[in-house]
């Protein structure tokens, strides 16, 4: 696995969440080269990642603009890391695994990503969030 940016930011106390996200992002990444800003961290986590108060995640939030990406992570999702549930909708789907609870959303209007912490760990704008 070559992306190890969620580990080595040491982004979740739970270094199992850490590589649950490595695994997903260097998968995407890897198939589809440039990505790295197509598929960002949202919600609750762009914000702490952008500076907001620390709080309890009850689901990692992704968000892509990329419909490719989306249903590539719809098919393949259970072949990238372990999944106990998987809920798939138009535009968002939600996953169960044993270490966390995930959501990946499809957003056509998702413009904006930025590299919070000038090391390639992107998220949504926070101008972007609710």
Partial sequence: MA???YSTEKVFSNELANILCNKVLDNVFATYPGSE?????TNELAKILQGA?????PVITF???????YGYLVQKLQTIITVQTQVAFKN????VTAVAHFEFWYDAAFVSAVNVNASGVYARNINELN
């Fill in 63 to 69: 968000v892509t603009n990329d419909a490719l990406i």
């Fill in 37 to 41: 800003t197509k598929l960002v961290a």
């Fill in 3 to 5: 992306y190890d940016l």
């Fill in 92 to 95: 968002r789907m939600q996953v």
């Fill in 53 to 57: 108060p620390l709080t309890a995640l």
